[in-house]
């Protein structure tokens, strides 16, 4: 018989948990959405934390751009989107509530507008954090690095506010009003794009005679290369046969995804075997292990269980 404590949260105590902290709705979906489905699968409570609604996401499948009943109602539109996306991976969802900030375009930049989430201050912003964080007990955080993935202000925030919230959750004296302390195991850096995956798929795309579309973005990081600090793949967590619900995932999030558009362009056969995983930097742990690692839960599981 099953136990029956398991949906309470006493019972939850045997239970991995993972959290995912991402700036936007559809983020998921392109930064370890296959990992994630693959620990769905396995048993792991996953939670995704998104920090704003993506209220000013560019409409960016040509099929619904020009739709001012779209444009009207892109909040509540990129919500449903959620929704879908959330029940193709399996995974729990909750909104941090914070307003998107846009991506400022020009020369000079715009400023960003007033009361979006890059604007707070990063103690207020990781308030809300700390409580989700204390409330859900997650074994693993996964977030973004210092550069965001990409240089979105709302993904630098993201970053900012998350590690903030990994140590202010621990520490009884912060936030005493956001729960009791909980010390989170290990704290992760989505890897979507390094270089060695974006080269092993551009190799294998010409080895197979197929046109890549990773020419140009080859020669941008090859010119941004010294810019910026080059993350180190500690982890590569095996999901290939998940690919499929990622991008499935990815299309639920219709206004926001060209669903003829590069990221689709690398057949997935090609992808299972060029670059079977995905990919994170471990940049905290509390518990034993020993990098590389191919699972987040690497030194976690035998705690969890003992
Ligand atoms: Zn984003």
Redesign the pocket.
């Known amino acids: 018989m099953a136990p029956v404590t398991e949906q309470s949260s006493e019972g939850a105590a045997d239970r991995l948990r993972l959290m995912a902290v991402h700036?936007?709705p559809?983020?998921e979906s392109s930064k370890g959405a296959a990992m994630m489905a693959r620990y769905v699968d396995e048993g792991v409570d996953v939670l995704v934390v998104t920090c704003t609604g993506g209220e000013r996401g560019s409409i960016l499948n040509p099929a619904l751009q020009d739709r001012p009943d779209i444009e009207a109602n892109i909040g509540d539109i990129r919500k449903a989107e959620m929704r879908h996306a959330r029940e193709i991976l399996g995974v729990r969802q909750s909104w941090l509530g914070f307003v998107h900030s846009g991506l400022p375009e020009g020369d000079p930049l715009p400023p960003l507008p007033e009361g979006c989430f890059a604007l707070q201050t990063v103690e207020d912003a990781a308030a809300p954090l700390v409580a989700q964080i204390r409330q859900f007990r997650p074994h693993v955080i996964t977030t973004y690095d210092e550069n965001g993935g990409y240089p979105?202000p709302?993904?630098i925030m993201c970053h900012k506010v998350s590690v903030a919230a990994f140590d202010a959750a621990a520490d009884s004296d912060a936030y005493p009003e956001a729960g009791d302390p909980w010390q989170t195991s290990k704290l992760y850096y989505d890897i979507g794009w390094s270089k060695e995956r974006v080269e092993a798929l551009h190799v294998a795309m010409i080895e197979r005679g197929l046109e890549s579309p990773y020419e140009e973005v080859m020669q941008r990081w090859f010119e941004h290369e010294e810019k910026r600090r080059v993350p180190t793949l500690t982890t590569r967590v095996p999901c290939a046969d998940w690919f499929e619900r990622r991008d499935a995932a990815l299309i639920a999030h219709a206004t926001q995804v060209d669903p003829n558009g590069w990221f689709f362009k690398v057949p997935l056969d090609v992808q299972r075997e060029a670059w079977p995983t995905e990919d994170f930097e471990l940049v905290r742990s509390f518990v034993d292990t020993s990098v590389p690692e191919d699972d987040l839960f690497a030194g976690v599981r035998e705690k969890v269980s003992a």
């Open positions: 700036a936007h559809d983020d979105h709302d993904h």
